[in-house]
């Protein structure tokens, strides 16, 4: 019969194929799925998969919709590598989005210029870390749970945006509706791909996770925060300042959620609203531990998380199947992933019945 | 062969000619019309009732229709209506307030499909506007629950202050106020369209404030449906809710857009279409109320029914003056009505509400 077995030690490459294994079975899942909603699953898997990249308008916005999940995704993993388990990417996206926002608004009516922009990028950075310093600096400080607070603060962030477009920065022309002016071209992001909505925010994804890779794999400080998440008594009797990871966990997550934030309120809102985040500091830890915290896996994981949005649009428009179809495959992904997970520590092994 | 046969034989040809030639036309113009959805469907509220009318639009035109559900009122939103647009939709119906700038881009785009977006205020060349003024039925119901209160206390659980929920808020408080001039009205923000737990506390809070005809301006049946559990009085919105409070459920201001689009679509096919900004309300259709409930007693409900008769003709409006805000301010002065202009800017409460308005 067929038996689990506890591997000496963890397999290396089972961590990399696993989250292959897990695509393979979505992709499975969904034709089982297709069918079960009485839909032809070879027709359902093309305008799933297929139909929204179909042209150069739907890649462009496959980048467009993978850039937000790339930027958190690249910044919570140099945290989850050294068990810096920060949950509230959502939030600092918020406060990134709000800060730039706050730049535009500023520049609103002024002659406008590069700095705008420089200003915004920075600004949005500083807004998402200083959102991730709240639980820094209680962790570090107080030994709070950072994963409870980072995830609180998410809902602050989301009241806190709510409470400023219907105030300080509503529309003054706008019908008391809660939504900011429409930013100037000035404090847009440059257009990469004419006729597009693809912007320079995508050049700053590929940026993001080059330096991510560098910093993780090649810098002592990468390899300083690896040594804390395989082993924290080992990194705690090297020496290594434990409070420092966490800061640069959180400060790192916090500053590439804020761009991101940046990059949707100067992208394709040209303005700020209450709906300024789609889940994307959520659906960037899927994206995440999909990746096995790698910036090659996240480029290529946030292509498929934003290819499962793009589709269940078109699924729900031309197989009229319900909107939950995108949180089905999200679901699936995630529950193959973790269960195939199983063979990194574990094999399987044929063994006679004993009588 | 006799000749009633022979006659209805011919009958019959003509009128399966005159069939096919129907549904063939209806086939071969073949018109998809798209719908944006900001939320599921579900079995009540805002964008069930635009279902309604979706349902109703294909039954009634022939034309074929799809939609796209739960669309956040962000950057996606761009590329649903986009790709509506892009594969030769003849009309986009936008129907949440946040669609606007992005329906407005695509449609600068797609010069050959028709936008219609709702509730908003910019008009394109290519996209007309639609809103109703909800606020009639809100009066109506405003009048049952000033005669229906023992406590004189009435309560409203509100999403967010803007425009179209204060003037529902006002006009509530106005009608009950004509008949009761006692009544005072507590509003609770939930800050969210759609919270059925939020909704569920607000009520409740709302209650125990001795409210004892209570509604809403958020998408849930969680007010209905409290009210129901303690045995007091609520309307519902949007939608008919009665079968989520058969007791409680007195009425409910319901929307109705299935004759615009039905409307609308008509004009686009046959070219006479122009992008307008229709704010429609009991005169077009699009405002109603549910059936009333057995509770009220039956004068009132003729005098309901008369009102209704007003609206209709144009005789009774909700904010004719005098309208006295909650400061003491005239805002309105008698002989005179509310204009539109001053509808849609609205940020105030009128006298009756004891709450304070947030910001």
Known sequence: MLRLERRPEASQTMSYVSPLIAIVLMLVGGLVLFAALGKNPLEGFKVFFVNPISDLYGVSELLLKATPLMLCAVGLAIGFRANVWNIGAEGQ????????SA??????GSEGGAHVLILMVVAGCIGGMLWAAIPAFLKTYFNTNEILVSLMLVYVAQLLVSWLVHGPMMDPDGFNFPQSRLFEDSALLPILLEDTRLN?????????????????????AGFQMQVAGFAANAARYAGFSAKRMVWIGLMSGGAMAGLAGMSEVAGPMGQITEHVSNNYGFAAIIVAFVARLNPVGIFF?????ALLYLGGEQAQQYLNLPSSISNVFQGMLLMFLLGSDVFINYRLRWKEARA | MTLTKIISNRWLLIAFTAMAMMFGGASQAADNVGFVYVSPIGDAGWTYQHDLGRLQLEKETGVTTSYVENVAEGADAERVIREMAKRGDKVVFATSFGYMNYALKVSNTFRKTAFVHATGYKLGKNMGLVNARFYEGRYLTGV??????????????????????????????????????????????????????KEREASLTLLSQNADVITHHTDSTAVVQAAEEKGKYAFGYHSDMSKYGPNAHLTATTH??????????KEVQAGSWKPTSVWGGYKEGMIKLAPLNKAIPADLQARIREMEKQLTAGTLHPFAGPVVDQGGKTIVAAGQNMTDDQLNKMNYYLQGVVSKIPN
Do not use: C
């Not at chain 1, 996206?93 to 730039?100: H, K, N, P, R, T």
């Not at chain 1, 994981?301 to 998380?305: D, K, R, Y």
């Not at chain 2, 000033?146 to 003037?167: C, D, H, R, W």
């Not at chain 2, 009544?183 to 737990?197: C, H, K, M, Q, T």
């Open chain 1, 93 to 100: 996206l918020i406060v990134g989005a709000i800060a730039a």
């Open chain 1, 200 to 220: 320079i925010a995508f050049t700053f994804a590929l940026g993001a996770l080059v330096v991510g890779y560098i910093f993780m794999f090649r810098s002592f």
């Open chain 1, 301 to 305: 994981a946030s292509l498929l998380m």
């Open chain 2, 144 to 197: 049952i629950a000033g005669e229906m209160t023992k406590s004189n206390v009435l309560g409203y659980v509100a999403a967010f202050p803007i425009p179209e929920v204060l003037q529902g808020i006002n006009a509530f408080i106005k009608g009950a106020r004509s008949v009761n001039p006692k009544a005072e009205l507590r509003v609770i923000w939930v800050n969210s369209w759609y919270d059925p737990g």
């Open chain 2, 256 to 265: 109705h857009w299935g004759d615009y689009y039905v409307k609308t679509v």
């Open chain 1, 103 to 108: 730049v535009a608004l500023h520049f609103y």
